[in-house]
């Protein structure tokens, strides 16, 4: 099944406890990105990915960093997480320029 | 001006009713545009690609508008089910894909 995983679903932290969000796609796809969503924001992108090794940053990339060593997983690192990135995050896969595929998400909470 | 502009809504329409969102964008060199339905906190799910001639799936159709740069999904013979978030999504022609902040529909019984 053509899928988009990513783990953990649910996530309770404290400040500055680095912490690891993964994003798995089975598709092939080349192109990789991971988005947070708040009350009245909207979806904000963070950071892309177009293929292995090559990343750049979204809207909102502060804070945070993200790895492409394989085509596969697109891993989204908190290094000292603050209680304004609590929020709920989705990473999406796609070919370039067609539809993305979203995983199920990520809620997180830091405290 | 937001790159992609949606009216939060919601929309209270009754059952069996049409109803139609719009969407705006402000760069006109836009490539790609989506509608995606989102329930209450679950992931985006593609509704439907938008293609400058316009489409049609089952009740919904989407249409784009390049000189007045809007998109456009009604929705014919609305059912509770179809109660959810519905996202507007550009490309435009970059790497990045650029979000609306949704139009909540609410169908009633």
């Known amino acids: 099944e053509a899928q988009v995983t990513q783990n953990p679903r649910y996530l309770i932290t404290v400040t500055g406890k680095k912490l690891t969000v993964t994003c798995s796609q089975n598709m092939n796809h080349e192109y990789m990105s991971w988005y947070r969503q708040d009350p009245g924001l909207g979806l904000r992108q963070i950071y892309y990915?177009?293929?292995?090794?090559?990343?750049d940053k979204g809207d909102v990339p502060e804070g945070y960093k993200v790895s492409r060593k394989e085509k596969r997983n697109f891993p989204l690192i908190l290094e000292s997480p603050s209680p304004n990135q609590t929020s709920l995050y989705f990473c999406?896969?796609?070919?370039?320029?067609?539809?993305?595929?979203f995983g199920d998400g990520t809620r997180l909470s830091i405290l | 001006r937001k790159e992609v502009e949606q009216d939060p809504g919601p929309f209270n329409v009754p059952e069996g009713a049409t109803v139609a969102f719009n969407c705006t964008y402000s760069n006109s060199a836009s490539q790609s545009f989506f509608w995606y339905r989102q329930d209450c906190r679950k992931e985006p799910k593609l509704l439907m690609s938008v293609y400058s001639s316009g489409n049609e799936d089952g009740r919904f159709t989407a249409q784009l508008n390049r000189a007045s740069q809007y998109i456009s999904l009604l929705i014919r013979d609305s059912k509770l089910s179809d109660s959810a978030t519905y996202l507007c999504v550009v490309n435009p022609g970059t790497y990045k894909y650029i979000f609306g902040t949704g139009t909540r529909l609410k169908v009633l019984a």
């Open positions: 999406a896969s796609s070919l370039m320029g067609q539809p993305q595929h």
């Open positions: 990915s177009m293929n292995v090794e090559v990343t």
